[in-house]
């Protein structure tokens, strides 16, 4: 009885045994199925992702034609009105004032004044704006009027830093200054300048940090009146170099350079009638490039990355009647690209090119592709981008709006 008994749990355990590995055998098999549904469905999920990201590709890097209107603003008689950017949107101002508009096209603060030839110049949190043969000047940040300050002399050119330092050019009837100032309009140094001997100061411009300054002046040699270059510097080094902190000078031949430009806080670009010179100077100035130009330069734009010059087309086999070349700080040509149209104004703002003209605006990108083209149904007195994706403020001859640029026909 007991070797039954025995063989009976033998057999009962081996069929519990043949029992668990079928159970085993069907769970893997099942669980075999269930892998390979998941790495369908894996697959699947991945080529739709990728699908919608080719999709989403292929419109961004489509042109843009159209566009709607997100909501209206409140900057009107636009064509009567000056306009810079500041941070991520821009301060409108005129005789009478001035307003800061954020990226919604919304005022932030409004600053009225007197002034009969306003001129801006924005670096930073800081703006300042002179009245150009007057005496005032009025330096702003994000949260309004800093300072109201009123000068000896007429100001002929003004230059502010990032941390609201500015430099003005004043004229008097015998002599000129370059003088500069802190952001409450206290005195920090004075250059005084005479035809006959340093020249006449053309332009100015201050270094982000205020202690560098870049000018170009005329002066006499003999009966010719030839142009000049002036780098000074505020800072420690150059207060230990010597009493009017002038680290270096160039005599130029042959060109006019009515305008400077610090592009950032150590690289300069003179802009000459018929080439460009860029400088380095992060104490002292030394030439990097100069690029001589064969043509008339109709338009000027910078950055702190490229210069760009509009000049003549010259390819017969075009239309397009201007060219637009662009080059790096190092002074190499990277882009170069033909504008069909006959523009008004032209902006390069962070990567951006932008051109308006009547009622025509056009958008491109610093490799030269065209983002935006579109001929809307009033003029356009300028373009502003507001820091968020595809919307800018359009500015027209009376009102303006926050768009967003769309592809396809836009609904009146």
């Not at 069909?340 to 902006?347: G, N, S, V």
């Not at 030269?368 to 994706?389: E, M, Q, Y």
Request: with cysteine; charged share 25%; glycine share 8%.
């Amino acid at each position: 009885m007991e070797k039954v008994h025995i063989m009976r749990k033998f057999t009962m355990i081996k069929g519990v045994e043949e029992t668990a590995q079928v159970e085993k055998a069907t769970l893997m098999e099942q669980w075999k199925k269930n892998r390979l549904a998941i790495a369908r469905g894996v697959v699947a999920v991945f080529v739709l992702v990728l699908v919608v990201l080719v999709i989403r590709a292929f419109i961004s890097l489509g042109t843009y034609n159209s566009y709607e209107v997100v909501e209206e603003t409140g900057v009107q008689n636009s064509s009567m009105i000056d306009y810079i950017n500041y941070k991520d949107s821009l301060l409108k101002y005129s005789k009478d004032g001035a307003t800061y508009v954020n990226e919604k096209g919304e005022a932030v603060w409004n600053e009225t004044f007197a002034m009969k030839m306003p001129k801006a110049d924005a670096c930073g949190e800081y703006i300042a704006i002179a009245d150009l043969n007057g005496n005032d000047v009025y330096v702003f940040n994000a949260e309004g009027k800093v300072s109201s300050t009123t000068l000896p002399h007429k100001v002929c050119d003004i230059a502010v830093a990032s941390q609201g330092t500015f430099a003005v050019i004043l004229e008097s009837e015998k002599e000129n200054f370059i003088n500069l100032y802190d952001k409450n309009g206290d005195p920090i140094s004075e250059i005084q300048t005479t035809i006959d001997k340093s020249g006449y100061p053309m332009d100015i411009d201050l270094s982000d940090d205020g202690e560098k300054l870049f000018s170009s002046y005329l002066y006499l040699d003999g009966v010719a009146v030839k142009n000049g270059l002036a780098a000074y510097n505020f800072g420690p080094v150059g207060q230990s170099e010597n009493a009017d902190r002038m680290m270096g000078g160039y005599q130029l031949e042959g060109t006019i350079v009515p305008k400077v430009e610090f592009l950032d806080n150590n690289t300069i670009c003179a802009f000459g009638d018929n080439q460009f010179i860029i400088y380095a100077m992060r104490q002292k100035p030394s030439e990097k490039a100069k690029i001589v130009l064969e043509k008339e330069v109709r338009s000027v734009i910078y950055n702190e990355e490229c210069i760009g010059v509009v000049v003549p087309n010259d390819n017969e086999k075009s239309e397009a009647p201007y060219c637009l070349e662009l080059y790096n700080t190092n002074g190499r040509r990277i882009m170069s690209k033909e504008i069909d149209f006959d523009y008004e104004k032209i902006r390069l703002i962070n990567d951006e090119i932008i051109f308006t003209g009547g009622t025509e605006s056009r958008i491109y990108t610093i490799s030269g592709k065209l983002k935006f083209a579109h001929v809307f149904s009033k003029n356009v007195v300028d373009l502003i981008p507001t820091g968020f994706s595809r919307r800018y403020i359009a500015l027209y001859d009376s009102g303006s709006e926050v768009i967003k640029l769309t592809h396809g026909k836009k609904k009146d």
